[in-house]
């Protein structure tokens, strides 16, 4: 990350895939620039908790798309079975919400009337509804 009006460069180096590298240099910064932001950690969300989560979510309407989410490491994946490689990490941002800092999308999961994950919207540009089938 470099931020030239600064004059700060951080480097994170990792050798796994779904380390929490941005997260970590985005705080560096903002220690660094004196504007500190919260950081999610392993523990404020437990891996029971985010067991609610993992399942296999169908696209509604038209497009026959289906995403699955996993756990991994105590963070949830999002895998796309056409594209094993682009597996990105979905980053907590409130209850039942989270982040693809990746590419900018924000989740929201809903819940059937007794209080199980059901489904979630998807919204980038537009929004997508994606139920759960397993």
């Known amino acids: 990350m470099y931020l030239p009006k600064e004059d700060i460069y951080i480097c994170i180096l990792s050798n796994t895939k779904f380390d929490r590298t941005d997260e970590i240099s985005n705080y560096i910064a903002s220690i660094l620039i004196e504007k500190p932001l919260k950081i999610f950690t392993k523990k404020e969300v437990s891996s029971e908790k985010l067991k609610e989560y993992v399942g296999i979510y169908k696209l509604q309407g ?13 963070q949830l994946i999002l895998s796309d079975a056409k594209n094993p490689e682009g597996d990105a990490v979905l980053t907590p941002s409130k209850k039942d919400e989270f982040l ?14 007794d209080g199980r994950i059901s489904g979630y919207t998807a919204k980038q540009d537009k929004i997508y509804t994606f139920k759960k089938v397993k």
Do not use: G
């Not at 038209?62 to 105590?74: A, G, H, T």
């Open 100 to 113: 693809l800092k990746a590419i900018s999308v924000s989740f929201k999961f809903f819940r059937d009337t």
């Open 62 to 74: 038209d497009v026959k798309r289906m995403f699955e989410i996993k756990l991994f490491d105590n």
